[in-house]
């Protein structure tokens, strides 16, 4: 159980087997000298680069961090089994090394015992090195462990080198209610797109907005009568909601209001210029309030497309494609592509009166976005509700013949329950954010003494409370739904949002708080043999794991794997604290602990960033 660490040691113990499986043939049987003590690990980090690169013959394509030339997995790991167990078990003459202090056989299976000295120090060294907020290596000179990760921080590899990935998420809809949905998406969607990267990818981040369709319509006859220019600058997506609430109530009553708002659209749609001058601006008024929103999130978008932004000839090239692969019907004047054959029902592409549709748009965007980007990936995150859209739109594409069909993929998730704040139910984020922020602030003020310490406590109450937003919405598995309830995440015990900033500021503390010791700037002189408490290895071992769980979470895009490792993170360093202190112990001792601390902290400061939280310092 090696973690992101397997891969050095596997090198080692394939370097051993190789060696011993050569030997054996060269050496008469009574001579086998099966293990060689290998040369100090320590030292040679110092100096010249010891570890050759080894090849192992496997089919799985490299899964290591430290090693990108390396191929190992855990099944040919295991393949090594028969040649160990041939040549191994009979032998007594396994010599402990730096990295193996033994070698025991179990179950059938041959169990390499890694020396924890040598993994201590592999292990934090590999943390320091990739650090982005350090530059190590100017203090040491040595080139650390993980080319990939250094500088874009510990964890990350370089598997998607090369390949770029197009995201789009949270594409909420203008002038509509933003609803849970968009919430999941938003959240999901950043993290997402850092996880991609996180693993070498090239991401462009594509925001699809809700900016066409006849409710504009509808919106330009609410404006005239209802709008203002200046509340329209100040917050366009609540004015243009309220606007909207307005016009549609006035509609309800006037049935007519709905056909002239009907041939509004129909001008939007044949380009009258005055009709697109006035939506424009809704536009553009909207983009800079979200862009705000979203920065308040630690969240950015590459790309605001839009389905207003679709071009009519992407569409009409769609459509008569579908058309050449004899896909369509038509019914009362309306084009429907027939999809029953796959069970996906019929699906309108093309309405009577001419103009386009949803899924008409997303087939046209699809085609224009690769065209621009030629992606290698295109990833929709959007709600489970629109499974059987996403279903339609791929197979359509996939019949339409498009060779970059499978490249596109839908990441669905569960819905909200019960959103609501005190103030009523929720239809803007800034309202779950300032519900979120409110919470916290109450809490904190509760501790006057704590409070009066807080730099800037309206800031620090607005990043905790979307951190326990956000937590909230990532704990569990995406599609499961889950109940939004404000007290519960905005809570400091139990696995919150807030637990997690708690524990980070715990960790950031301890520097400060111990100012007289120092790590040396070279950090091969920190003794971290010295943590050999349980507690210690503990703690150890789980930051060596975080390169693999990069992985693992990008297998599934749960996010929920990142933050079940933060939460272990914290629960092992806050079981610490008592048995690894760092004040009022000897020098040496200390430092090895201030250590472990600093790199505890690093490491939960990015798995926090790629899930797009914002470390606090202080709180
Ligand atoms: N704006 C849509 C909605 O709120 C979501 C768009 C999802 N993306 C897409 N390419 N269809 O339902």
Known sequence: ????????????VVEELEGTAERQQATPSNQRDLFVQSKDPLQAERGEKELAPATLDCAT????????????????????????????????????????????????????????????????????????????????????LDEAAKGKGYGCNASGKGKKALIEFSSVNIAKPFHAGHLRSTIIGAFLANLYEANGWEVIRVNYLGDWGKQFGLLA??????????????????????????????????????????????????????????WKRFRDFSIIKLEKMYARLNIHFDVYAGESLVSPEAMKRQVDLLEEKKLLCTDRGAVLANLEEYKLGKVVVRKADGTSIYITRDLGEALERYEKYKFDKMVYVIAAQQNFHCQQFFKMLELMGYEWADKLEHVNFGMVLGMSTRKGTVKFLDDILQEAKLSMHEQMSKNEDKYKQIEDPEHVSDI???????????SAKRINDYEFNISRMTSFEGDTGPYIQYSHVRLCSVQRKNPNILLPEDLTQVKTSLLSEPKAREIIYILSTYP??????????????????????????????????????????????????????????????LLSLTPLERM
């Not at 159980?1 to 090198?11: F, P, S």
């Not at 549609?248 to 659209?265: G, T």
């Not at 092992?572 to 020098?587: D, H, I, P, R």
Request: net charge negative; glycine share 4%.
């Open 1 to 12: 159980r090696l973690g992101g660490q397997a891969d050095v040691w596997a090198r080692r």
């Open 61 to 144: 394509p490299p899964i290591t961090s430290a090693s990108p030339e390396f191929s190992y997995s855990p099944a040919s790991f295991r393949l090594l089994t028969p040649i160990a167990d041939k040549h191994l078990l009979s032998s007594p003459q396994f010599t402990p090394n730096a990295y193996l202090s033994k070698c025991t056989s179990t179950g059938g299976f041959v169990c390499f015992w890694v020396n924890p000295e040598t993994f201590n120090f592999h292990v934090l060294r590999q943390i320091r090195l990739a650090s982005p907020q350090d530059d190590v290596d100017a203090q040491d000179g040595v080139a650390p």
């Open 221 to 278: 006859l609410g404006f005239r009568k209802f709008g203002s220019e200046e509340e329209l600058e100040a917050d366009a997506i609540k004015h243009l909601y309220d606007v909207y609430v307005k016009i549609n109530a006035e509609a309800e009553a006037d049935p007519a209001i709905h056909d002239e708002a009907r041939a509004f659209f129909k001008l939007m749609e044949d380009g009258d210029a005055e009709a697109l001058g006035l």
């Open 464 to 474: 905790i409370g979307q951190t326990a937003v956000k937590i909230q919405d990532m």
């Open 548 to 609: 693999q769980v990069i992985r693992d979470a990008f297998v599934d895009y749960q996010p929920s794997t990142i933050v079940t490792f933060c939460f272990k993170l914290c629960h092992l360093v806050s079981q610490a604290w008592e048995t690894l202190k760092v004040q009022g112990q000897e020098e040496e001792l200390a430092v090895a602990r201030l250590y472990l601390f600093v790199c505890s902290r690093d490491v939960l400061s990015s798995a926090m960033r």
